[in-house]
């Protein structure tokens, strides 16, 4: 049996992380609200010896198992970035440098490149903005039916485009880029908007928002890549459609890793056996 598992406890999702008796990579999640949850799978499983702790949970996380087990911290910056790079060789990209795009609660950019990695910058917008928004505008808060209605919707009726401005005429940049976000609404008749259309909006602001500030840094930073992780893009078709988009327009190659939210619980695994 596994004696080692890494856990990254982020501000909505506690990601684990382990290898099975037949070395295979095992991946689950737990409501960060319900950390009674982790601790009860521990006392279901007392093989497990050691855990790899990251996240910004990592306090309360540690007040739940008290003593339990031996706890190997790492910061979460550094177990992310560990994580990433494991998955990016198991899944075949092969890249010396890239901006990192963590698109959790909220978001957090890093680069790796030229043997460093620095946190370059962040936002506030991200996964929690998605629902928190969506909740507000619509009622619904469940992340999987948010983005199961979000992907039954157009934004072309709530999205101002570049051509929605320049009528008739040639414009700047290409036409159906988002002028504004949101801006049709407040300059045209009112109108009832389905809530599909609301959400698969609030999902293109948010994608849009995340991709053209990693985009910035990306060119900053002169490199090709950016690796777009998180939960906020598991299962979630449309949001990456909007990110490797645009990020292509740009012309910068998005890359998104299969185990989209677990490069901090898989690092944090990694640290252990370091
Ligand atoms: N089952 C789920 N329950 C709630 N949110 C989910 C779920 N699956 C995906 N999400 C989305 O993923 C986001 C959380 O992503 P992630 O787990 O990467 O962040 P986190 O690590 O908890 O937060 P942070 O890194 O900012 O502390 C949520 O805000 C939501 O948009
Ligand atoms: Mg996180």
């Not at 684990?16 to 609200?33: C, K």
């Amino acid at each position: 049996m596994f004696k080692s598992i890494g856990i990254d406890a982020g501000g909505t999702l506690t990601k684990m992380a382990y290898f099975n008796e037949r070395d295979q990579l095992v991946l689950e999640s737990f409501p960060s609200n319900d950390l009674l949850r982790v601790k009860e799978w521990l006392k279901q499983h007392p093989n497990v010896e050691e855990i790899g702790l990251t996240g910004g949970r990592t306090e309360q996380l540690r007040e739940q198992l008290e003593t339990m087990k031996s706890i190997e911290y790492i910061l979460e910056f550094e177990a992310t970035l560990k994580g990433v790079q494991y998955l990016l060789v198991q899944e075949g990209h092969e890249i010396d440098d890239a901006i990192i795009t963590n698109i959790g609660t909220g978001t957090s950019i890093h680069y790796m490149g030229n043997g460093q990695h620095v946190r370059v910058g962040g936002t506030g917008v991200g996964g929690g903005t998605l629902v928190g928004l969506a909740a507000l505008l619509t009622g619904h808060r469940d992340f999987k039916e948010i983005t199961k209605l979000a992907s039954n919707g157009v934004r072309e009726n709530i999205d101002l485009l570049v051509r929605d401005i320049y009528q008739g005429m040639d414009t700047p940049i290409a036409g159906d880029l988002t002028a504004s976000n949101f801006g049709k609404v407040g300059i045209t008749a009112a109108t009832e908007h389905p809530q599909e259309d609301i959400l698969a909006t609030v999902q293109g602001l948010v994608g849009e928002v995340i991709t053209t500030l990693s985009i910035q840094f990306a060119e900053q930073k002169e490199t090709e890549h950016i690796v777009y992780i998180g939960s906020t893009l598991a299962d979630n078709a449309d949001l990456q459609k909007v990110i490797a988009n645009y990020t292509l327009l740009k012309k910068h190659k998005p890359i998104f890793l299969q185990d989209k939210g677990y490069a901090g619980a898989v690092g944090a695994l990694l640290n252990i056996n370091k």
